[in-house]
């Protein structure tokens, strides 16, 4: 049997065998501890990826802070001989 329907799966099957990665195996347990473990293993995709996207904005942040402080800087400099020359 091939289904969607969690209730009707729980209810018909002894076995559960698992289709990944192009490969079918058994799974050691019943559909129940199947679905915990397909939840924990979605949380840990999910949160690898809320980590990802926090260290991207970080990153994003830092390089256009450095912009921000290049610029002010070649600013700076630009501007510091005109004031060193009307002291």
């Known amino acids: 049997m091939a289904s969607h329907d969690k209730?009707?799966?729980a209810r018909s099957l002894d076995e559960v065998w698992v289709?990944?990665?192009g490969?079918?195996?058994p799974?050691?347990?019943?559909f129940q501890n199947y679905r915990k473990v397909f939840q924990f293993l979605l949380y840990q995709v999910n949160l690898v990826i809320a980590i990802n996207?926090?260290?991207l904005n970080y990153?994003?942040?830092a390089k256009k802070d450095k912009e921000r402080i290049t610029a002010d800087v070649s600013?700076?400099?630009r501007v510091t001989p005109?004031?060193?020359c009307h002291m």
Do not use: T
Request: charged residues 25%; aromatic residues 8%; proline residues 0%.
């Open 7 to 9: 209730h009707l799966i």
């Open 59 to 61: 990153i994003e942040k």
């Open 82 to 84: 005109a004031l060193v």
């Open 27 to 30: 799974f050691n347990g019943n």
């Open 53 to 55: 996207r926090e260290w």
């Open 23 to 25: 490969k079918v195996a």
């Open 75 to 77: 600013d700076g400099l």
């Open 19 to 21: 289709i990944s990665q």
